[in-house]
């Protein structure tokens, strides 16, 4: 069994990564330290050349500049989940193989397909990514149509 494994993990990543792109969905991983980072600095910097008025004028700017920053960084989820940490993968794997155990495939061209003409199980898959998508990883998800 154990041999089968990476395959079996490669296989259920290449149909999720399928499901995101049928949904055209994207994500936007929230950087709300950079944001804070960026308000902090800027604030800083007017009080140190404008005193107190100086401070909220760099507060402003700065909470302007970390929103724009911070906001509309979307990517396509098959990428996002590509580039998942092999432990992350797994789990996800995990949560996937929950709920296509019942299937009988033997490689992600088959498994795509039995999973794409069931629609049941479509939307069992892709409420499980959404969910991880936003909890896990804190990103906003958006389609595209």
């Known amino acids: 069994m154990s041999a089968e494994m990476p395959i079996m993990v490669d296989d259920i990543m290449k149909l999720l990564c399928s499901i995101c792109q049928e949904k055209k969905m994207k994500a936007a991983v929230k950087h709300s330290g950079r944001g804070a980072v ?3 600095a800027m604030a800083f910097v007017g009080g140190l050349v404008g005193g107190p008025p100086g401070l909220a004028v760099g507060g402003t700017v700065g909470g302007l500049l970390g929103a724009w920053m911070t906001s509309g960084q979307f990517k396509p ?3 996002i ?3 998942l940490p092999p432990a ?3 789990k ?3 949560e996937a193989t929950a709920i ?3 299937l009988d495939w033997t490689d992600a061209v ?3 397909a039995l999973v794409m003409s069931n629609q049941a199980m479509q939307q069992k898959l892709l409420a499980m990514l959404t969910t991880y998508v ?3 990883l804190q990103a906003e998800i958006r389609y595209d149509d």
Request: proline share 4%; no cysteine; glycine share 4%.
């Open 77 to 79: 989820v098959p990428q």
């Open 110 to 112: 088959q498994l795509t």
């Open 81 to 83: 989940l590509m580039e």
């Open 134 to 136: 936003t909890k896990e």
């Open 100 to 102: 296509i155990r019942n």
């Open 88 to 90: 992350e993968q797994q």
């Open 38 to 40: 960026v308000v902090g």
């Open 92 to 94: 996800l794997v995990n």
